[in-house]
């Protein structure tokens, strides 16, 4: 499938600004504030709540105090409630370091599990037909490669075994696939992996471990290889606007790039589960767009007022702007800022890039356009709302983290 791309105005069928079809229900409108935030990504849509209703035991979800993983498990609990299913459980297993997150689920019905994943006896983790997989070390990996595979594939092993017969629907990365050229579709789940660095070299361990076990066991497996999550807090989006914001320039040298909204991510995840089979099921896990980092850059500069426009018209204004006289005074607009140090270096043609039609034809498009986001994203950091302070590191090229 083709990849609209903000770099240029696009026709109107393929424009990032056309809202496509989605899961309904979903609600519209910028969340101001965490509480908004949350309650936004662990919205049901429809179709999660007919798919969820079917589950044939409990759920377990490992790994679920990272960044992805509270939202996920509310997602599911208020899915299974609305779907009538109250008699399934949703284990939310991490270490809880944090109890105020762990309590903030208890109080929604999850049921969190504190557990140390590496070093606990797998015997003691509750029994579930169902497992989402959410475990992963990528930052620091490039000075300690060791805990990297231990994370990233050794654990998978022991995961693997303690839920031979549950259906496993575990997160991988687009890293396990090499920089394509960016003028040609990204990778397919059926092209050759390529990974680059310790990190991802590991992730496709995870990969293979899963793997080995659903071909000698039959354990029922889907591997979703995800292209950076948008949670407002953290993301793509957010490195960019945050750098737009304090006047730093944006590197230009991974000049496009994958982005999706994470409560999509989350019901995918979940919507994965009946869809796990001995034969792998492998799904690409982002949005339809190929964004360019210099058009975001700029997009966010004029949200900001960076282009002497004023301090921007607010979160999703804008969105249906495209081609004429517009494009010319755009890139006009986008020359001059360039003279102010808004971007730096040049793309290099190549970036890490997944084509995602499977997992659109499957699940229907994310529900929040990339266009809006933008929008929505800039009216975070307009407003000082909280940010995570985590980057994630989408311009690294040597898979060192």
């Known amino acids: 499938m083709p990849h609209a791309s ?10 990032v600004s056309v809202a496509r079809p989605g899961p ?15 309650d936004l990504l662990a919205t049901p849509s429809p179709a999660l709540v007919s798919d969820i209703a079917r589950l044939d035991g409990d759920l377990v979800v490992l790994g679920a105090g ?74 620091g990996s490039a000075g300690n490669p060791a805990h990297a595979w231990a994370v990233n ?7 693997a075994r303690r839920y031979r017969d549950a259906r496993i629907s575990a997160f991988s990365t687009g890293n396990v696939y090499p920089l394509v050229d960016t003028a040609a579709a ?41 292209n950076y999550a948008i ?46 089979d001995p034969e792998v099921f492998t799904v690409n896990l982002t949005g339809p767009e190929t964004a360019s980092v210099r058009r975001l850059a700029h997009l966010f500069a004029e949200e900001f007022g960076r282009n002497g426009a004023g301090a921007g018209a607010g979160a999703g204004a804008g969105v249906d702007t495209d081609a004429g006289a517009g494009a010319d005074a755009g890139s006009h607009a986008e020359r001059a800022l360039e003279k102010a140090s808004l971007t730096t270096g040049q793309e290099s043609g190549t970036a890490l890039l997944s084509d995602a039609s ?44």
């Open 24 to 38: 309904a229900g979903f609600p519209a409108g910028f969340p101001a504030g965490e509480q908004r935030l949350e």
């Open 231 to 276: 949670d407002l807090r953290y993301g793509v989006l957010a490195d960019i606007a945050s750098a737009v914001h304090a006047g730093r320039p944006v590197d230009l040298t991974t000049g496009h790039v994958n982005v999706v909204w994470q409560g999509y991510a989350n019901e995918v995840a979940l919507r994965a589960l009946p869809h796990a």
């Open 66 to 139: 990272g960044k992805m993983g509270p939202s996920l498990c509310r997602l599911a609990r208020r899915a299974l409630d609305a779907a009538g299913r109250g008699d399934v459980a949703v284990h939310a297993v991490s270490r809880w370091s944090d109890r105020a997150a762990a309590d903030a689920l208890a109080a929604e019905g999850v049921r969190p599990v504190a557990f140390d994943l590496l070093d606990g006896d797998p015997a003691r983790l509750p029994d579930a037909g169902n497992a989402v997989f959410m475990v992963g070390a990528k930052f």
């Open 153 to 159: 594939a050794a654990l998978p092993d022991r995961i």
């Open 6 to 15: 903000l770099s240029k105005p696009a026709p109107p069928a393929a424009s």
């Open 186 to 226: 990204g990778s397919a789940e059926t092209d050759p992996v390529g990974p680059v660095g310790e990190y991802a070299m590991s992730c496709l361990g995870r990969e293979r471990v899963f793997g080995y076990h659903a071909a000698e066991h039959g354990t029922r497996v889907a591997l979703l290889r995800l």
């Open 358 to 401: 499977r997992c659109h034809d499957l699940f229907g498009y994310p529900p929040v356009p990339l266009r809006t986001l933008v929008g929505w994203q800039a009216e975070w950091i307009r407003r000082g709302l909280p940010l995570s302070g985590r980057p994630t590191k989408f311009d690294v090229r040597d898979g060192r983290f």
